[in-house]
């Protein structure tokens, strides 16, 4: 069949979730019997999120190509099967740098370069690769930012551009926003209006309207969103907040037929959707057997964005065990000794770089580790409870990190000799997919079932094998070894009931569905532990 592509943009006000609402769309049309890609363009100058503040943009998610990218495209994993790439992602600062790299080299023949067309036409080139490199039917593209922000105006633009060039292959999807004012009693739709006037003034009509709301809206209000804004009502679909999960709005946007909408639209059919897997996992979430409590120690919690893909990967573990999650969050740079983390059947201390919080995270590995509580340390998480395991078992006291402490005695945790001398931050760390051979025997093994595996990385500093035997013999077992390699990648404590650290980042490999083995035998564990019993 011919390709076709989804838009979808924002309105009236930012974090409605578009990415949750594409990714959505994207689970819907794979039911179908579609394949998808899905591509994020992201209006800032920045190259990549990969540099910015996680209080700032919330998490940095990784592909399996190591590219460093906005938290979006762990809704996209989450909920679809297309592969994630390189060509899943183009921001504002990849596309001029591309643009100008191109000026430089005498590609332009010597003519003025514009953002039209050239700015556009590079945009409108990651589109069509997006599709072409994942060989998918239909391209699904969410535009970041609001309508009406300056910095989207290129991607707006090339969208117009884009469905002039292909009419009967695209379809627009806009995500607005419709409030219910409490002291008038009234849903307002003007901001709706205003926003699909401000589309249409730059050439953009939207073929369905998607309303973020608070309150079911009646037929009149559509009626009404469908008249102003030129859209058939049949059209304008509803998007209420979730009473359980933000995994029902696949559910909630098909019983009202968006996917079919979007099928008649661009003249494709598919077969019937089975949604009965994810509704089995709702009823889950819905009626649990009981309450898990984790927490999480961590520096960046102030933003729940921050550890996006943890807090679900452990949702999805939950859901697994039939459980329901709650999870208390600890600020590192406050925990001063085990009594203010006290409390939680299980503990978990996230990725992060930098000093500020590392004492206490080591803290809570040595409050597990002594009161033989569940714990999972990932990437920066696994670097803690090393250190820790040689200061107070290996006796290595002034054991420490080069990265917190660049003139330690005993550098435990070091930078490889290639790391010594980089400079720029961006894109310079061991990123993306890497093979690692797992330990027969250990709890790895019981949770993975295979002797190789793949999982994403992101980080500088690694184990510093001159301690490794050392360490070993204190009881300290090396369960995952990077495959051809000598880094260390697993490492787990023998006696303990559960405590495992990784130098990856498994959170981003989990879903729903499909809960990712480590943090399913993790909350395993700590269900275990709060009913007292052994795995």
Request: negative net charge; contains cysteine.
């Amino acid at each position: 069949m011919q390709r076709k592509y989804v838009f979808i943009t924002g309105g009236v006000v930012s974090s409605l979730g578009k990415g949750l609402t594409l990714a959505s769309i994207a689970l819907l049309l794979e039911k179908k019997g579609f394949t998808t890609a899905m591509l994020k363009l992201d209006p800032y100058i920045n190259v990549d999120p990969g540099t910015m503040n996680p209080f700032e943009h919330g998490e940095v998610y990784v592909t399996d190509d190591g590219v460093e990218t906005d938290l979006d495209l762990g809704h996209y994993y989450r909920y679809t099967l297309g592969p994630l790439s390189r060509t899943s992602t183009a921001t504002t600062g990849q596309i001029y740098d591309t643009v100008i790299k191109r000026e430089r080299k005498g590609d332009y023949l010597g003519k003025t370069v514009q953002v039209i067309p050239h700015i556009t036409d590079e945009i409108k080139r990651r589109i069509l690769l997006c599709g072409e490199e994942a060989d998918a039917q239909v391209v699904l593209v969410e535009i970041g930012g609001t309508v009406g922000d300056i910095e989207s105006l290129p991607f707006l633009e090339a969208i117009r551009q884009f469905r002039y060039e292909n009419p009967s292959d695209c379809l627009n999807a806009h995500l607005t926003y419709v409030p219910y004012l409490k002291a008038a009693g009234e849903v307002k739709t003007k901001p709706t209006q205003h926003s699909v006037q401000q589309l249409r003034s730059i050439g953009l009509v939207p073929d369905i309207i998607l309303c973020r709301c608070e309150t079911h809206l009646s037929s009149e209000i559509k009626k009404k969103i469908s008249l102003f804004c030129n859209v058939p009502t049949e059209s304008v679909f509803e998007e209420i907040d979730v009473e359980t999960s933000i995994y029902e709005v696949p559910l909630h946007l098909h019983a009202q037929g968006v996917d079919n909408t979007i099928c008649n639209h661009l003249g494709i059919n598919g077969k019937a959707v089975d949604l009965s897997d994810w509704e089995e996992m709702i009823q889950r979430l819905k009626y649990p057997k009981g309450v898990v409590t984790v927490g999480i120690v961590g520096k960046y919690l102030q933003h729940k964005d921050a550890y996006k893909s943890v807090f679900e990967a452990l949702q999805h573990g939950a859901i697994a065990s039939g459980y329901q999650l709650e999870i208390k969050t600890f600020e590192s740079d406050k925990v001063e000794n085990g009594e203010n983390i006290a409390g939680c059947d299980g503990y978990l201390v996230p990725g992060g770089f930098g000093e500020r919080g590392w004492e206490g995270k080591i803290t809570a590995a040595q409050y597990c580790r002594e009161h033989k509580l569940p714990y999972f340390g990932l990437c920066l998480g696994m670097q803690v409870m090393v250190v820790e395991f040689a200061r107070h078992v290996a006796g290595l006291t002034e054991a420490n990190s080069t990265e917190m402490a660049p003139e330690t005695p005993n550098p435990v945790i070091s930078l490889l000799s290639e790391q010594e001398n980089v400079t720029d931050l961006g894109g310079t760390m061991r990123l993306g997919a890497y093979k690692c051979v797992v330990k027969e025997g250990s709890k790895a093994y019981t949770a993975y079932q295979s002797t190789l595996i793949s999982e994403r990385h992101r980080h500088r500093w690694e184990f510093n094998n001159k301690y490794k035997k050392l360490i070993e013999n204190h009881g300290l077992i090396f369960s995952g070894m990077l495959e051809k390699g000598s880094l260390c990648e697993i490492v787990e404590l023998e006696d303990h009931p559960w405590m495992v650290g990784v130098q990856f980042h498994p959170e981003f490999k989990s879903r729903p569905t499909e809960p990712h083995p480590l943090f399913r035998d993790f909350i395993a564990a700590t269900i275990a532990h709060k009913e007292g019993k052994t795995l």
